[in-house]
């Protein structure tokens, strides 16, 4: 299957700092990416949808100001976590599709804030 | 709204034994539905896609089956090993690729 990679696997921060989050698909182009985040012992919820070269369109009670998606190609989304706080500590995975409608997954990332 | 439920939450099995995973799903209406391993603190293995117009998906000696009209799906794992521990999650596409996950299946596989 295609691979997505995701960096860094884990970061831990301090409160107030930002953090950016990469996401590559590195054998197909990706047109769209989806952001979703995951607690503890808790099932994935989708944070936001990016396509490439255009705005990402965010889910309900998702802050866009806080998570700053940019897709500036086919093959590279980032999420930017800005201020962050101790109650955005969880674990974010990225996931991306070409015109394939199958779904692959990146590796993940945790994300500490202290 | 689409809503996803899988049950049992957590398992646990003697190696050997068969053992059937549940999906069930609120809308019908959807594009195709994934299962999922994921390992403890990482990312997301795909198992197995199956479309809606499919009934069923095989790999080796997982299988999964769908019943579109009914919201459900099953995940069959033939002669269990302890390697097959993990959580396993359904998730079902209803359009765009946007994935609506279950809350998992916690599998443990004793030796």
């Known amino acids: 299957g295609a691979v997505v990679s995701q960096h860094p696997s884990w970061v831990i921060c301090k409160s107030g700092t930002s953090v950016k989050i990469e996401c590559r698909s590195l054998?197909?182009?990706?047109?769209?990416m989806f952001w979703y985040r995951q607690f503890p012992k808790q099932s994935l919820m989708l944070m936001a949808t990016s396509n490439e070269g255009s705005k990402a369109t965010y889910e309900q009670g998702v802050e866009k100001d806080k998570f700053l998606i940019n897709h500036a190609s086919l093959t590279l989304s980032t999420l930017t976590v800005t201020s962050a706080h101790p109650e955005d500590s969880s674990f974010y995975i990225c996931?991306?599709?070409?015109?394939?409608?199958?779904?692959?997954f990146g590796q993940g990332t945790r994300l500490t804030v202290v | 709204k689409q809503e996803v439920t899988q049950i049992p939450a957590a398992l646990s099995v003697p190696e050997g034994e068969n053992l059937v995973l549940n999906c069930s799903f609120t809308d019908s209406a959807i594009y195709n539905l994934q299962w999922f391993r994921q390992d403890p603190g990482k990312g997301l293995t795909s198992l197995l896609l199956i479309q809606s117009s499919q009934r069923e998906q095989t790999s080796g000696r997982l299988n999964a089956s769908l019943d579109k009209s009914s919201g459900r799906s099953t995940l069959y794992i033939a002669a269990s090993q302890p390697g097959d521990s993990a959580t396993y999650l359904c998730?079902?596409?209803?359009?765009?690729?946007?994935?609506?996950f279950g809350q998992g299946t916690e599998l443990s596989v004793k030796p």
């Open positions: 998730a079902v596409n209803n359009q765009g690729g946007k994935l609506i």
């Open positions: 996931s991306a599709r070409d015109p394939d409608p199958e779904a692959f």
């Open positions: 054998d197909f182009q990706a047109t769209t």
